[in-house]
Nanobody, 121 residues
Framework: VQLQACGGGQVQAGGFLKLACTAS????????LAWYRQTPGSQRELVAM???????IYTDSVKGRFTISRENVEKRVYLQMDSLKPEDTAVYYC????????????????WGQGTQVTVSS
């Protein structure tokens, strides 16, 4: 599965961005999909996950501000990011897991390239 993410950029605190990720697999609908982020010198952090039946999970720091969604026909996963904060600055990665639902980074065998999100204060 190849994943291609886009939509990053620079925005001021309080602003919004919408990330999108397109997958190449015809089995897209069966996968769990997630967005991770990483800052220099730190481990990747799971931000949001959507299962193959639409269940969503968010890390506490983004609850109420970020929304993950998927369009299976278009083979896309989105991350709507509102009320952005400087601490949201990171490289964001989209990922897919054949498991169908997982909150564990080790279950995600498919990784896309990252897209930079920079939030200025």
């Amino acid at each position: 599965v190849q994943l291609q993410a886009c939509g990053g950029g620079q925005v001021q605190a309080g602003g919004f961005l919408k990330l999108a990720c397109t997958a190449s697999s015809n089995a897209f609908g069966a996968y769990a999909l997630a967005w991770y982020r990483q800052t220099p010198g730190s481990q990747r952090e799971l931000v949001a996950m959507i299962s193959n039946v639409g269940t969503t999970i968010y890390t506490d720091s983004v609850k109420g501000r970020f929304t993950i969604s998927r369009e299976n026909v278009e083979k896309r996963v989105y991350l709507q990011m509102d009320s952005l904060k400087p601490e949201d600055t990171a490289v964001y990665y989209c990922n897919a897991a054949s498991l169908g639902s997982s909150w564990h980074i080790m279950d995600y065998e498919y990784w896309g390239q990252g897209t930079q999100v920079t939030v200025s204060s």
